[in-house]
């Protein structure tokens, strides 16, 4: 459950990994800041303010977005491509957690403009250490517009 | 030929009439010209010879009558004296020495002062009384009677003058002369009652040569030729009274005749005071001028010669006549000199023409003697007249037996038939051309052509010219000619090929019998037809535009037009040909050849087909391909992805579990819990190796120069954390470049390097060694470790996927690596194997395709 600001908005259908993500982010950001989109539309709807978000307020956007390529309904490069298409969320940076390490994959999510790309680890260990990383670079050493 | 015409000619030069008439006519002004001058010279001479003879005559008339005149005078004077009449009457009735003495003073007087030759006093009786000098003159019966008639006259009596023969005696002229004198007879009259009566008479005897001859001869002008004549009329002649001066006449001694009338002196002694022309007593042309002394009988004749006269006009006629002969003869000499010049042009170009005439005349004797062709003249019944060398040697007969035969006789006898056609035709037309057969001497026939000419001569007479040709060759190659026209024909018309010849406008001219035989037409049928015709309607389109675009080259370029055969069947034909213009650039030929390629197309077509449908088939399986390719990789993709995620889970919540839960964990419940999260581990690593396997074959090959060595350290800087600290040596070798994908070979480097690192990891001192080797023109490449080897055994299991020959204890791994390195060098066109010894080591070569290696 979400109360309070959305700081993160991590679009994941596979419910373990979500566990297992908001598990690993918890330490810089609690899971009750972190938004939950189950599929791709769910996520456009919640970042765009449409569908059944449509009453969000859409100055309240997330400092970061967490997003797997592989989703049902329309797949993360799509949203991608909609997210930094439009300019209400264009400037969200977007990490890509895929499993994927497919190289035509990382091509095209920048080329999509995404702005990173992470590739899911099997080992948690080493995704614990990603997620760090991760959350230290983009909430606290990279500057965030309007923040 | 011998002969050559000769026509007379004219010897000299034509006179040229206008240039000799202007010559003549110049002459002729020339002469009048000067005769012109003349005349008005001699007119002008004429005159002034008459003024110059008037003023002398006239001053001689007057010279002559005051000397007369004076003389008559003075002895008048006696006469009128009375005085003396009276002393002399005196002396005479008494004649004392006194009164003869002073009548002798006076006579002696009168004598002296008149320079009278003599004086005589003559009584009335005739006596002389009285004479000075005394000697005196003779008295003769002339004296005498004039006496008488002074004294019965009373009046002074002139006798003229008279000649006196007497012996040789010197007057006063000089030369022996005869003499001449003339009285005076002064009757001297005493008066006597009322009359006189005269006493006597005094003579008084003059010599003419004392002053009235030199009075004569001295002119005015001194002239070589001036004479003056004193004439009188003396019966029929004029007696010329003063010595001539161009002859030894004495006075009174010239007598001419009256009637000659060409002698001045006649014209005064006719009386006639004129001026004219005339012939002297010498016969010397002369002018005179004629006067009449007036109160006497004498005529006076001025006369010059006319030679004098005209000396200056004779020497300006001289000088004309020589201008005028200088002229002519200039003008003459001028004609000459250009009829001469004319003559010599003339005569050069006679002689010129005549030349040139003898080099034509040689030329053409040249030409018949040494013609290639025989040539004979013969006569109107075709007698051989003349031959020339060529047909001695052509018809084997001497020049003098041809000149015996005729040309029939030369002729074959079926030639010899058509004999008298001929020479109809030949005189109808003036010419005719020919062929015969001629007979040479031996009997042997040769064919000739004959061109024959007449010849019409002045006189009638008719000649037969005719230039024969040995035209044996020609036959021979006329029928090499046909023969070959003969064999060509053959292979034109039975060659396999279908030949076809068409006109400009595209119609045929001519087919050869394969044509027709292919295309079952006869030939009456197809000559004359447009080639279109024999097409179907989309090869009539495409031959007449292809037509038109090559009719103006000579090579009309291949074409395959669809030909209808007269059953009906529609054969492919693929046409060529070559066009002929012709040189007036009127007409054209069009020669072609057509091949029938109607089966070489269906195959073609079939060929076609099949290409087409293999292309299909081969798009179709490339699509299939495709498609099952990216089938795979969406299908590897996914499996990756999916078999992953719970992976990821297992491996993170036994980690959570691990962490959070750790109080409740017994150590076997979390040495269990770590197996789990290997077996995950594991579990990723074959999928991520599984997944790299089946990409391999998917990637397309990007074969580029590369450098081996480069690659090798890369690889070993990425394997450089599995070292985990160990001291292994490597040894790298120089590797020389080549051609391969660099991403894949550097996988194949890192699998080896890896296994070799891995596989060495139980020696104390690993020692590593990569390079290459040339052998036999191949490169191979090598990594070369001293770890624990493998049993050659099962080395062909070595590069199977999955196959290990080592516990997964002993060395982890999945068996994979090898297999990408073999599919990767096999990709690659190379090759790859192992060697190994238990313990000792391995050794892994592998090379890649060097044949389409670039350098």
Known sequence: MVDGPVEILLVEDNLNDVELTLHAIKTYCPSNHVKVARDGVEALDFALCTGEYAGRDPRQQPKLILMDLKLPRIDGLQVLHRLKNDPHTRAIPVVILSSSSDPNDVAETYRLGGNSYIVKPVDYDAFLQAARVLGTYWLQVNHLPGV | ?855
């Open chain 2, 1 to 855: 030929m011998h002969r050559t015409p000769t026509t007379p000619r004219p010897r000299s030069p034509k006179l040229s009439w206008p240039m000799a008439l202007i010559f003549l006519l110049l002459m002729l002004a020339v002469l009048y010209a000067g005769n012109a001058s003349r005349g008005s010279y001699r007119a002008e001479l004429e005159e002034a010879t008459r003024e110059r003879l008037d003023a002398i005559a006239d001053l001689k008339v007057q010279q002559v009558s005051a000397w007369l005149t004076e003389q008559r005078g003075n002895v008048e004077l006696i006469l009128d004296n009375p005085l003396i009449a009276s002393r002399v009457w005196d002396f005479i009735q008494y004649p004392d020495p006194g009164k003869l003495a002073e009548t002798q003073a006076w006579l002696e007087s009168l004598h002296s002062v008149h320079q009278y030759h003599s004086v005589m006093l003559l009584s009335v009786e005739g006596e002389t009384l009285l004479a000075v000098p005394p000697e005196g003159p003779a008295v003769d019966e002339r004296t005498h009677r004039l006496a008488a008639q002074a004294i019965v006259s009373q009046q002074v009596i002139f006798s003229d003058v008279y000649p006196v023969e007497e012996q040789a005696s010197s007057t006063s002229t000089g030369a022996a002369s005869q003499s001449v004198y003339m009285d005076f007879f002064a009757p001297l009259l005493v008066p006597e009652k009322n009359a006189r009566t005269s006493i006597g008479v005094v003579v008084v005897r003059i010599d003419p040569h004392l002053s009235l001859f030199p009075a004569l001869i001295t002119g005015p002008t001194d002239s070589p030729s001036a004479e003056v004549q004193l004439v009188r009329p003396d019966g029929e002649a004029a007696l010329v009274i003063n010595p001539a001066r161009h002859a030894p006449y004495q006075p009174l001694e010239l007598r001419i005749p009256m009637d000659d009338d060409l002698q001045p002196s006649t014209w005064a002694g006719k009386g006639e005071e004129t001026f004219g022309e005339g012939v002297d007593y010498r016969g010397v042309e002369v002018f005179a001028a004629t006067r009449l002394i007036p109160n006497s009988s004498w005529g006076l004749v001025v006369k010059l010669d006319r030679a004098e006269i005209y000396a200056p006009f004779f020497e300006r006629e001289l000088l004309t006549n020589l201008l005028i002969s200088a002229l002519f003869i200039a003008g003459a000499l001028v004609a000459v000199l250009l009829w001469r010049q004319r003559e010599a042009k003339f005569y050069k170009e006679e002689y010129q023409a005549e030349v040139k005439r003898q080099a034509l005349s040689e030329h053409l004797h040249y030409l018949s003697r040494y013609a290639n062709d025989i040539i004979l003249l013969c006569d109107e019944r075709w007698n051989i007249l003349e031959a020339n060398d060529r047909a001695v040697t052509a018809y084997g007969y001497s020049q003098d037996e041809l000149n015996y035969k005729s040309l029939l006789q030369l002729s074959s006898p079926d030639s010899q038939a058509a004999f008298p056609r001929h020479t109809t035709e030949l005189d109808k037309k003036g010419g005719l051309v020919f062929q015969s057969a001629h007979l040479r001497k031996d009997g042997t026939l040769f064919p000739v052509e004959c061109s024959a000419r007449t010849i019409e001569v002045e006189g009638g007479r008719k000649f037969y010219q005719c230039i024969l040709r040995d035209i044996t060759e020609r036959k021979q190659a006329e029928e090499r000619m046909r023969e070959s026209e003969r064999r060509f024909r053959q292979i034109y018309e039975l060659a396999p090929v279908r030949y076809q010849l068409m006109d400009g406008e595209g119609r045929l001219l001519d087919v050869n019998q394969a044509w027709l035989n292919a295309s079952g037409y006869d030939k009456a049928t197809v000559l004359g037809k447009s080639f279109g015709d024999f097409l179907d309607d989309a090869s009539r389109r495409v031959w007449a535009a292809h037509f038109s675009a090559s009719k103006a080259h000579t090579e009309m370029p291949n074409v395959e037009l669809g030909m209808l055969c007269r059953n009906g069947m529609c054969v492919i034909v693929a046409l060529t040909g070559k066009i002929i213009h012709e040189k007036d650039g009127e007409g054209m030929q069009l020669h072609c050849i057509l091949n029938d390629v109607t089966d070489q197309r269906l195959a073609e077509e079939q060929t076609r087909r099949m290409n087409e449908e293999l292309e299909r088939r081969v798009t179709e399986r490339t699509a299939q391909l495709e498609a099952a390719n990216k089938e795979l990789e969406a299908f590897s993709y996914s499996v990756s992805h999916d078999l992953r995620a719970p992976l990821r889970a297992i491996d993170g919540f036994s980690r959570i579990m691990m962490e959070e839960h750790v109080q409740e964990l017994s150590p076997q419940a979390t040495r269990y819990l770590n197996l789990v999260r290997e077996n995950t581990h594991t579990m990723s690593k074959l999928i991520d190796n599984l997944l790299a396997f089946s990409r391999l074959s998917r990637q397309p090959l990007k074969k580029q120069r590369v450098d081996p060595e480069e690659i090798i350290n890369q690889s070993l800087e990425i394997l450089k954390a599995s070292q985990d600290g160990r001291t292994i040596e490597f040894v790298i070798n120089p590797v020389p470049p080549c051609n391969a994908d660099p991403s894949l070979l550097k996988q194949v480097y890192i699998n080896l390097l890896s296994n070799a690192i891995k596989f060495s990891s139980k020696k104390p001192s690993a020692v590593i060694e990569v390079g290459c080797l040339q052998e036999n023109s191949e490169k191979i490449y090598y990594v070369k470790d001293n770890g624990v080897g493998f049993d050659m055994q099962y080395a062909p299991k070595l590069f199977g996927v999955f196959q290990r020959l080592h516990r997964v204890e002993d060395y982890e791994g999945t068996g994979v690596g090898l297999a990408i390195v073999q599919r990767i060098i096999h990709r690659h066109g190379g090759r790859v194997w192992a060697m190994g010894e238990i313990n000792e080591g391995a050794t892994f070569c592998f090379t890649l395709e060097e044949t389409s290696s670039h350098g």
